[in-house]
């Protein structure tokens, strides 16, 4: 684990400080904007300010070139889509369509914030995928003018051994959970193995079970002791129920 800084309360300074000017003429040379580049620095991060309505980022820290290979001022959405893993851009797709939700819960609310976080594999700088922890802030406001507002940090966790039950997933407003990530954060999320993530997707793309026992090469058996576990552990009453839950957390 490379960083040593955990503690976000800078980044809701930086929120406090150029929130009222819509994140527009960030000058690089402001003592808080250097602290939090040396922060970046420090835990192999960078992160970037975005207004959700207008789909636009309007400020990039300095180690997206570092860590992505994309200047700051050319960091854009679609260019981010396609350093993201091929395996994982179908997912990638969902947890947007989860993200432009909440913003759309949060216009009709008028006020508040929420926080997600998920892990992607994106390609770095040298062209190899890296395991990237993304963390979003977003919070309605209403200065300079009304929008759904993120500040998003990207953090490389590649020395976190990946849990055998799937990716790391928040959505909620606890924000002790906005933090440097260590093991205990990174453990929210996870209920099933990997082989029942398998057969979950499967499901989703209407496969039966003895096609799923087929594909995997296991026995039919053996798929509806998954599928009893699966929902054992959900706490769901059907299957139905689990795949809805799972779409709109924006995991399958």
Partial sequence: MKGTSSDYKLFFKLIEEYGPK????????????????EIMETNDQFFYFGDLLLFQILYTSKRSMDMLGIEPADLSHPKFYKATHPDEMERYVLYKNVLMKTVHNLLLAEKGHKLLSTSFQVKNAKGKYINLLLQFFVFYSEVPYKSVFVFKVHTNIDWYKKHKSGNHHYLGEDLLNFRYPDKELLKIGHIFSNREFDILQLIEKGYSTEQIAETLFLSSNTIKTHRKHIISKSGKANMSEVIFYLKEQGLL
Avoid: R, S, Y
Avoid at 22 to 35: K, Q
């Fill in 22 to 37: 819509g994140f527009a003429g960030i000058d690089p040379n402001d003592p808080l904007m250097v602290e939090a580049e």
